[in-house]
């Protein structure tokens, strides 16, 4: 079956660091991609999205970059902030399969000021 | 606009107890799916439904757990015998036709169960 991978945390960072969160993908058809967030005491959103190859979903200064050849859309950000801690969870779904989503375990990202 | 709403925010329950679940979707939103978090962990698919169509029903992980919807409005989501491992944020998703495969979430249900 379907299935995500993303890298483990907790991740914890410098203000105005890089960030880089790997996400990997396995599916038996041709997914929609996502990243999720959610923010301390709060409900989970859409942060970013990508529906076909080589599409690059942004949002928030956050990028990713659908890629069909390595099954990866890796969440990157160039300059984080204290405000970016947070859960990032990287998910995809398939219209045929009704587009329930499967999601990674979620990766912890703690900011230092 | 109003989001999705779930009710009660909060439930603790004794183990063997039987427990409800609500979620409002938003207005017009065909699709309504529901996913468990357990601590430390990502999101499992629960159940969905679409419009009148029969329900997928594959991520139920036993026959203690069971979902309606009323038509394309309210779902409630009930956990018979409760046990301890059905402790999770229980989270409710909607999504329009129109962009199927964009899902809006609720707050969730955090149920504890004793």
């Known amino acids: 079956g379907d299935s995500v991978t993303q890298m483990e945390g907790p991740v914890t960072l410098s203000e105005e660091a890089f960030l880089t969160i790997n996400c990997t993908y396995t599916?038996?058809?041709?997914?929609?991609l996502f990243w999720y967030v959610q923010y301390p005491g709060e409900g989970l959103q859409l942060l970013l999205k990508a529906t076909k190859a080589d599409d690059k979903g942004s949002n928030k200064g956050f990028e990713a970059t659908y890629r069909k050849e390595t099954t990866s859309f890796h969440l990157e950000k160039g300059s984080v902030q204290v405000s970016d801690s947070a859960v990032y969870f990287c998910a995809l779904s398939e219209i045929v399969r009704g587009n329930k989503l499967v999601f990674g375990a979620g990766t912890i990202l703690r900011v230092k000021s | 606009g109003a989001g999705v709403s779930q009710s009660p925010s909060n439930k603790v329950t004794e183990k063997g107890k039987d427990v409800e679940l609500r979620c409002d979707p938003i207005s017009g939103h065909t699709a309504l799916y529901w996913y468990r978090q357990r601590l430390g962990q990502g999101l499992e698919f629960l159940i969905y439904f679409q419009g009148n169509s029969a329900p997928d029903k594959s991520g139920l992980p036993s026959d203690r757990f069971s979902a309606e919807r009323t038509g394309e409005s309210v779902s409630t989501l009930t956990i018979q015998r409760t046990q301890q491992e059905d402790s999770a944020v229980y989270l409710c998703?909607?999504?329009?036709?129109?962009?199927?495969?964009?899902?809006?979430f609720g707050p969730g249900t955090r149920l504890t169960v004793l």
């Open positions: 599916a038996t058809g041709y997914p929609s």
């Open positions: 998703a909607s999504s329009p036709e129109q962009v199927q495969n964009e899902q809006f």
